[in-house]
């Protein structure tokens, strides 16, 4: 069926207001009272069914509640019915839901991302329904207007209530809102009630988010800033779709550039979507926000309440929301008129969702934005390499800032060689390190230590028989945790008390901890610098975002000497105390046989660097390392971005993987190893599908977790040219396989880990 898409959009302030009805699809398809028309739910069918429009009708894209079976479910009306089925057969809708209906922008969104990752499109469907409450009828409260009648009698404490009633009146004030602006008991309120002065009203209870001036002033921009901004406005006002790499250097203000664009998008009346790696990194970022713009924007992630995200959902539908900033799912949330989809950290792997519907929330942001003409910005000091060779291939625009904001340098980068310092073996911090992180302590600034791993130690060895204690589920070892007093699966998350005796030989107090975490470092610090105040940062020691927002405006404010932390102190955020940063190994990244283990060391290295003089002290990050003269740990210490990412394309491109080939990998598992084998034998062996596309499969092999919740896990791994049409020889081939119900096939399009 032909879409017609209707480029009307409605005032920020009258939106707000006014609860959508479906004004602003006037010229979308209607369906008339018994009208046949097709729904997709949300339940794993495979197809959508047949209804008839409900009395009053519906527009195509309505949110809807239908019967199916005995129960009522959620659905979008996706079209007209297929007319498979006698309509004098079909139920009715029950009835329309009160959301803004789904545009046809979005539906064509939910369609292509769904046919890219190979997910059923009622699973896509969940991702874009994630609305606690949606089925709900409209919750209401009551609100207070001033008319113009005065009251009999006025008294102090009646005029303040009255001219803050007024003043405020735009803003919809309740009872116990206008109680405490006006500083009057509530009886003050209800005798002005009782005189007529002030009427009571119902209205819907989800509020629009408060007003972002764009037309407020900016910080005063660098040249290569307000190059960089102008060149992104200017994509905005082309009204087209485009991507931007904008690449900058840690602390070249490329926030201050995108947070441009994003006042353009606004005085173009469009929404706009910032999404962040971490959850951490909102609190710093909403109040930039605020500063720049006067008020703070919608905050979407799994942090916020469900009433939250209720409004959030319903006020991005009817344009009561014009920011938001969220985690990957954010996406999907139902964008009236977005303008705008900035990436920041685009080279996060936290974009990959990796469970349930597997997708990169980066390449989705570019296929939403090019479905509705929206611009794309991808943020990144280290870029992808996915992102540099499109930029390269002028697929994207791409702008550098190639200096600090201000006084700031770049820190320097230096390496430890471990081979020539004298430490135990159950210590980590060498001795030069030491001397470093004194130095800074005896001048008053900040050093972080950095280790990319939670927990006490990794292993958990019995040094009377060898054996190290795993998951009793997966193929993992078990991490002991001593701030929990408990060893954890960090793959399925099964935790038990730390055994006093060897499971294995009942050899008592002989287990020992072998290797470093993030607690242990930070012990080792404890000993090694007893005066210092030591904040120990990791995403599992940490209640909530609100706790750790605290804890890191605390390090900002100096409320600490050393900060030791995981990936997490890597990613944006700003310490201007810190001039040092040690990474206490290195080399761990590049152990791994995942292809872009040289990619994400050369990244997370030059991020974490990265955190250091930030403001006007020169900064300096020193890396422990075994292999100094690994051509990765070269490339770091040297600087050298380009060629880093040359050499590695070239490695790349030769080996014809990604992103200069296409890759998918498959997942079955089961309970019963032997069976999930054979089915894979089975697949690769009949690889008709694969071969007329010219694909190659490899595998089946034990996935590198070969056991995960007891489920045994076996992989096989697709390659295929850039240019091969994958998806839909993968669901070929993948589809003559008849499953046993208890084995499940994932298939991950462009995998980014290899677990
Ligand atoms: P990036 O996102 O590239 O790491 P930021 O945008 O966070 O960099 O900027 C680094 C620091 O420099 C921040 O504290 C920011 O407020 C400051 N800064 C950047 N640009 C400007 C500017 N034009 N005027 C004032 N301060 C700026
Ligand atoms: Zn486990």
Redesign the pocket.
């Known amino acids: 069926m032909a879409w017609v898409l209707s480029g009307l959009a409605l005032p920020h302030r009258l939106l707000s207001r006014n609860p959508f009805h479906g004004c602003d699809v006037a010229e979308t398809d209607f369906f008339h009272h018994d009208d046949v028309v097709a729904v997709l739910t949300t339940q794993p069918l495979d197809r959508v069914l047949d209804y008839r429009a409900p009395e009053g009708g519906c527009f195509a894209g309505a949110f809807v509640e239908v019967p199916l079976g005995p129960r009522k479910v959620i659905g979008v009306v996706w079209g007209a019915g297929q007319g498979a089925v006698d309509p004098s057969r079909l139920r009715h809708v029950i009835r329309v839901l009160d959301a803004a209906p789904m545009r046809a922008e979005m539906q064509e969104f939910i369609h292509r991302a769904a046919d890219y990752t190979l997910t059923p499109l009622p699973a896509m469907l969940r991702l874009a329904t994630r609305a606690p409450g949606l089925g709900d009828p409209p919750a209401m409260r009551r609100i207070l207007r001033a008319t113009h009648t005065p009251p009999s009698r006025w008294t102090d404490a009646r005029h303040r209530a009255m001219e803050v009633l007024n003043a405020y009146g735009g803003l919809a004030l309740t009872l116990a809102e206008l109680t405490e602006a006006a500083g009057v008991s509530s009886s003050v309120v209800k005798g002005l009630i009782k005189q007529g002065s002030i009427v009571e009203e119902e209205t819907p209870r989800d509020r629009a988010f408060p007003h972002l001036d764009p037309a407020r002033q900016g ?4 040249d290569d ?1 307000a190059a960089a901004a102008t060149a992104l406005c200017a994509g905005l006002q082309s009204g087209a779709y485009g991507t931007t790499l904008l690449r ?10 995108y947070l441009e664009a994003v006042a353009e998008c606004l005085r173009q009346g469009r929404q706009a979507l910032v999404l962040l790696p971490e959850i951490a990194l909102t609190a710093e970022f909403l109040s ?1 926000v605020e500063a720049r713009f006067g008020a703070q924007p919608a905050e979407w992630h799994s942090g916020v309440t469900m009433t939250e995200r209720r409004r959030i959902w319903k006020m991005i539908g009817q344009g009561g929301a014009q920011l938001v900033v969220g985690a990957r799912s954010a996406l999907f949330l139902p964008f009236q008129n977005l303008g705008l989809i900035i990436v920041d950290e685009e080279h996060d792997t936290s974009y990959k969702q990796e469970d349930g519907v597997l997708y990169n929330a980066r390449d989705m942001a570019v296929l939403r934005a090019s479905i509705c003409d929206a611009r794309v910005v991808l ?1 990144s ?1 280290t870029p992808s390499l996915e992102s540099w060779a499109n930029a390269e291939a002028g697929k994207y625009d791409k702008l550098v ?1 190639t200096d ?3 006084a ?1 340098v770049m820190p320097r980068i230096g390496v430890i060689d471990m081979r020539s310092e004298s430490l135990p073996s159950d210590r980590w911090i060498s001795p030069s390190l030491q001397q470093a992180v004194n130095e800074r302590l005896n001048r008053g600034e900040q050093a972080m230590l950095f280790i990319n791993r939670r927990g006490y130690a990794p292993i958990t060895l019995c040094r009377a028989c060898g054996h190290q204690i795993g998951c009793d589920h997966c193929d993992a070892r078990m991490v002991e945790h001593r701030f929990l007093k408990r060893l954890v699966c960090h793959q399925c998350g099964d935790s038990k008390p730390i055994p006093n005796a060897c499971p294995a030989c009942d050899a008592e107090d002989r287990l020992a901890p072998v290797g470093p975490g993030v607690e242990r470092l930070s012990e080792e610090a404890t000993s090694l610098f007893p005066d210092a105040r030591i904040a120990t940062l990791s995403s599992d020691m940490h209640g909530t975002a609100r706790d750790l927002k605290a804890e890191i405006e605390a390090i900002v404010a100096g409320g600490a000497d050393i900060i030791i932390g995981t990936q997490l102190v890597a990613k ?1 955020h ?1 310490f201007p105390l810190l001039t040092l940063v040690g990474a206490i190994d290195a080399d761990l990244g590049l152990q791994g046989s995942d292809l872009r283990a040289a990619e994400r060391t050369f990244q997370l290295m030059r991020q974490v660097a ?1 955190r250091a003089g ?1 403001a006007e002290k020169q900064g300096i990050a020193m890396l422990q390392s075994y292999q100094p003269e690994h051509p990765v740990i070269r490339a770091i210490v040297a600087g050298d971005e380009e060629g880093f990412w040359r050499a590695e394309a070239a490695e790349r491109q030769q080996a014809g993987v990604p992103p200069y080939g296409r890759m998918a990998g498959i997942i079955l598992s089961g309970p019963d190893m032997q069976q999930v084998f054979d089915l894979g034998n089975r697949l690769a062996r009949n690889d008709v599908a694969l071969r007329r596309i010219g694909a190659q499969v490899f595998g089946p092999a034990p996935a590198p977790i070969a056991r995960i919740r007891g489920r045994h896990r076996v992989r096989l791994l697709v390659k295929a040219d850039k240019s091969a049409p994958l998806q839909g020889a993968l669901s070929q081939w993948v589809g003559q396989l008849k499953l046993p119900a208890q084995v499940r096939l994932a298939v991950d399009i462009d995998p980014q880990s290899f677990f």
């Not at 910080?219 to 660098?222: E, V």
Request: proline letters at 0%.
């Open positions: 910080k005063a921009l660098s800033q900058g250097v840690t602390g070249s203000g490329k926030t201050e550039v930039r943020a000091a800032l600090r904001y201000g700031a944006g700003n990265g930030r």
